[in-house]
């Protein structure tokens, strides 16, 4: 199986196992337990083979609590892992770290705070709040892995471009939550906050205010076994190691 880039007029193949996964991702995805997933931007999904993090957080009525880093809208796959980066490996626990400290390192200067300090490889935000549209641009799964390989637990946004949360999904990287009203406008970086999933809600501890977010449904147990290869052998879809 092949992807080709419009950019360099190039193809690179991807292993038999990843393109089952990306077939596997297709079937699960399209079925009807998963119908309640944003609608955005129409592209194809490309699933990582990464082993995933989130899984750590491993239930629905998990909560994430820490400082959030807060981005506007159209944040695209190319600011939040750089295509020169994506030579790393994430299989590999050290090229996996590093493709991590480099997340988010695309944004613009306008951003004054930086995302991973100077000489860090992992972010002291665990939780993103964005905008509309998060994760717009390529299919790269490295998007969602460079931020959980950062240590980001979570992102809440307004919306998502549809690739950027399959591979969420697929990877069991990160939880891609979705805000009930722009609170990327009423949220400021380095704010504490705490996102209770068995709630549906975000607590802006320093503000005093709380949100209503969007049920993840029927992608939490796939998140929550780690990815869409855990899930699938967890659920008896590809026969257990």
């Not at 419009?6 to 292993?15: E, F």
């Not at 946004?157 to 069991?172: K, P, Q």
């Amino acid at each position: 199986m092949a992807l080709f880039s419009a950019a360099t007029s190039t193809a690179t193949v991807l292993p038999r196992n990843l393109a089952f996964a990306s077939s596997l991702s297709r079937s699960l995805l399209r079925s009807p337990r998963f119908l309640s997933f944003p609608t955005a931007p129409r592209n194809r999904a490309s699933v990582s083979i990464q082993a995933p993090r989130a899984q750590a957080a491993a239930s629905s009525s998990a909560s994430f609590h820490g400082l959030c880093y807060v981005v506007g809208d159209n944040i695209d796959t190319d600011q939040i892992i750089p295509a020169e980066y994506l030579t790393l490996v994430p299989s590999k626990p050290d090229e996996y770290e590093k493709l991590g400290s480099y997340a988010l390192i695309g944004l613009p200067a306008s951003y004054a705070t930086r995302f991973i300090d100077a000489g860090e490889t992992k972010t002291k935000y665990s939780i993103v709040i964005a905008g509309d549209n998060f994760g717009c641009g390529s299919s790269r799964e490295h998007a969602p892995v460079a931020l959980g390989a950062a240590g980001v637990s979570a992102v809440v946004a307004e919306s998502y471009a549809r690739i950027f949360f399959r591979n969420s999904v697929a990877t069991g990287e990160v939880y891609p939550l979705e805000s009930e009203r722009r609170i990327c406008e009423e949220c400021h970086t380095g704010d504490v906050v705490t996102i209770e999933l068995g709630e549906s809600r975000l607590i802006n501890h320093t503000t005093g205010k709380e949100y209503q977010l969007k049920p993840i449904g029927d992608a939490g147990p796939v998140i929550e076994a780690g990815g869409i290869f855990a899930y699938a052998r967890k659920t008896g879809m590809i026969p257990s190691r």
